[in-house]
């Protein structure tokens, strides 16, 4: 009953073309105004907007990270950021009616398409990272390809937000070379995010099959690899974050987990 429920929900946001929460949230920020009305100007202060996080340092952690500690009540629910945003903004909406907080890694020319999208993860209380600007294989790039592919998703994430995200995540790879992690770190990135389950949705094997694999594969501490832009993503979030609860486990952003 809950799933369904819960899906139905979903549905009910892609068909609107909105995230419901999203406009609860602008109503409300609205309402406040952020403070006294300037004076002379006849309008309301903006709102103060959340933070963007800086790179995140886990001294102690190895440059590249699969997961966090295996003795916790904590899992992370990591986002390759592309693809539809009305898709992405109903499963940040999903994730924060249960109080889950996601990590979303973005891809630049995504960002350079959907702006907003930027934001509306920060709204949400979700971190936002850095997934290469063109998603190619940057595992075999030429070192200055490579770079490029790192720093120029950078650039968008601090013109954006403020800054170039807490994470840096490879694409097309679930693993780094050591270039890779020597060029992120020379963006400003001190380690490379990796997962330790891989939920397969990418491959659009419907919301069951999603379920199943991240609820089969999960433990305590897992960096789990999912993605924006896929329906059956959406679907199955609900039912996982439900699993989660059953098992005295809780969805946090990856700096929460490893920090």
Not at 62 to 83: M, Q, S
Not at 222 to 238: D, K, N, Q, R
Request: charged share 20%; glycine share 12%.
């Amino acid at each position: 009953m809950l799933r369904a429920a819960a899906s139905a929900a979903a549905a009910g946001a892609l068909a609107a073309g909105c995230d419901p929460k999203r406009s609860a949230d602008d109503s409300a920020s609205r309402s406040a105004g952020g403070g006294p009305t300037p004076q002379g100007t006849g309008r309301s202060a903006p709102a103060r907007q959340p933070a963007a996080r800086p790179p995140t340092r886990a001294p102690g952690l190895p440059a590249e990270i699969e997961h966090g500690p295996r003795d916790g009540h904590a899992v992370a629910l990591t986002f390759h950021g592309r693809g539809d945003p009305k898709l992405a903004g109903a499963l940040l909406g999903e994730a924060e009616r249960t109080g889950a907080r996601v990590t979303v890694l973005a891809v630049g020319e995504w960002l350079d398409e959907q702006p907003a999208m930027a934001r509306r993860v920060l709204d949400g209380g979700h971190e936002l990272g850095n997934h290469t600007m063109h998603h190619r294989n940057i595992c075999a790039l030429p070192a200055a390809a490579a770079l490029a592919e790192i720093s120029q998703c950078a650039d968008r994430l601090r013109r954006l937000t403020g800054s170039i995200g807490s994470w840096f995540r490879p694409s097309q790879t679930q693993r780094a070379t050591p270039q890779v992690i020597r060029l992120a770190r020379q963006v400003g990135y001190p380690h490379v995010l990796s997962y330790d389950v891989d939920s397969l949705d990418a491959n659009d094997p419907g919301a069951a099959a999603v379920q199943r694999t991240v609820l089969d594969g999960i433990r305590p501490g897992s960096v789990v690899s999912l993605h924006l832009g896929h329906a059956g993503t959406v679907a199955a979030l609900p039912p996982i974050l439900d699993g989660l609860r059953r098992r005295g486990l809780r969805a946090v952003t990856t700096t929460e987990l490893v920090t």
